[in-house]
């Protein structure tokens, strides 16, 4: 409480984003360390769409799945900064890179936070919309946490086609592209469950699974492979399971994608080692 931009002594930078840059940041009365992303005054409107997007949700979120948001602050010159928890780890794709491939056992305690966090979200009316490695932040707890709110939807009333779109098409769902034939009675939430069941795979492959490895990603490869070929399938090396809660995630027809509820008693996930995450 009463933290001001002033407090805080920038200790480098933690990455970029479109529009933004993040700091490690360390609040000298108190020695905790955040994480600040500035975004420019002078960045373009969808940029500022996005961040006020981003401001409304983590507002609005107070999850342990979530990544914390602790104040947001306008600079004299326009700049808006976002005070956040900072995640020690790093992302899951900084890992990936790191480490080559995510065991099972690792996956299982993956999935369970961010099926957590998608369940907190869900309840809440959140789409996030741009599920992926890079957006999955780890800390030293090995707690894994659902950051970067710029495209995210909150839902008002029932349907909502959720077609504007500004990032990476790669781990969008079959219904993005195409509502009529894989919508159903498409109400986006589902997108994100695909996007889970991409980025597991991703892990367990050490690959993207839509291309091949060391295939450069191009719209027009990725729409056809999402829209006109089978969902990618786990390898005959992974486990029943873990085969069949990917499947159970990367359904073409939205409708017959589990919830994250649903996701979470999946014999993947369920009732192995508990103690090893949330
Ligand atoms: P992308 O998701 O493709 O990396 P972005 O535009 O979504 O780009 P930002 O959300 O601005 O990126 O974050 C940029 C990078 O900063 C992230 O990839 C991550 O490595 C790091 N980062 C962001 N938030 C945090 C945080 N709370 N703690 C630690 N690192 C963070
Ligand atoms: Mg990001």
Redesign the pocket.
Known sequence: AGTSLSDLESLGV?????G?T?YKALHRRTSAVY?L?VVQADCDATVRRQLLREMEILRRTDSPHV?RCHGIFEKPNGDIAIL????DA??LQ?LLEASGTFSEKHLAAVARHVLNGLNYLHSHKIIHRDIKP??L?VNSAMEVKI??F?VSKIMCRTLDACNSYVGTCAYMSPERFDPDSYGGNYDGYAGDIWSLGLTLLELYLGHFPLLGPGQRPDWATLMCAICFGEPPRSPDSASEEFRNFVECCLQKESSKRWTPAQLLNHPFVAGKDPGACS
């Open positions: 933690l990455g970029h984003g479109n933004g993040v994480a992303k990544v956040m928890e900072h995640m790093g992302s900084t890079s957006n932040l950051a970067d710029g």
